[in-house]
């Protein structure tokens, strides 16, 4: 054989390999369905044993990931129909919250007992989240209001710091710091103890999406165009921007994982997407799994997290939680 047709075979024989493994990167190892016609919400915990799903044949459901078993089923008071779309699990995985435009509840995931209903009578509910023990709470509003409450105490501290609605907020595992980013192109990084507002971040855009990495060492900030960046809070000063070609990607998810390292993004049109810390370049990809009934075919990802170290769990509109392979050269 010539060398020319080595080479000529050979390199067939590499891109068809690549070929068959993106191919295969596009097939769940597992899928589980969690909301028999899809899912209005969905929240996986950081570790992966439990999800929490809003649909509106089961209402609120809590699931043993491990074990793929139904734990509680849970309705907010009064509420016919579920309205509820936003769903969260507390890094502890001891406290779930579930919230409507205009209340929220607590749920007590060991025991599956309600531990409170709050109403929110002022503005809408836009986002809200709850700290790693089920303490606090902080939650943005339509109004640029942001709350955090001290479930313990009482204490209530309203933030109307900014000038237009709220879009995103996130609250550090202890409680005591505050993410917040909204119509008016501005994100803050704030003390909820002293409502001291730490550093401000700008945009050209709306900013979309806000994430704490989970010892609070870096922050996600992305508005609705292209700007996607990665800071880190212990110098204040901007890591990496994400590198990625579209002319903009709107997150629906977003989590830090492999101990800050890499961060998982999913979008609106079926992608999880994990990238690198550092460089902000993007290391794998996936895509979940639509309903054979959806037009179009397509689906959300509401939330995914690192598995057993060696693969990625997500949930999605859909009402599947799929699990996927991670390439070990990306970890």
Known sequence: MSLNIYFKSLFSLLILTLVISCSESDQPLKRYEHAVEGAFAAEISQNGDYSIISSIHHGLSLWDNRNNKLL??????????NDIYI??????????????????????IKSGQSLGFYKVSDSPIRDIRISANGRYVLYGQVNGKVVHIDLQTGRRLEMPIHTEKINSIDLSANGLYALSGGNDHRAFLWNTKTAQIIQEFNFEHRVSMVKFEAQGRYAFIADTQKASQIWNLETGKLQSTLNYTARQSIFSSVRFINDGKQLLTGNGTKTI??????????RQSWTVTPRKETRPKTAVVYSATLWDGDKIASESSAGFLEIWPLDPLTK
Request: avoid cysteine; hydrophobic fraction near 40%; charge should be neutral.
């Open 72 to 81: 509680f089923q849970w309705r907010h008071h009064n509420v016919q129909d």
């Open 273 to 282: 997407t994990l990238w690198d810390v550092k460089t902000g370049l993007s």
């Open 87 to 108: 769903v969260r699990i507390s890094a502890s995985n001891s406290h779930a919250l579930s919230a409507s435009r205009h209340e929220f509840a607590i749920w007590d």
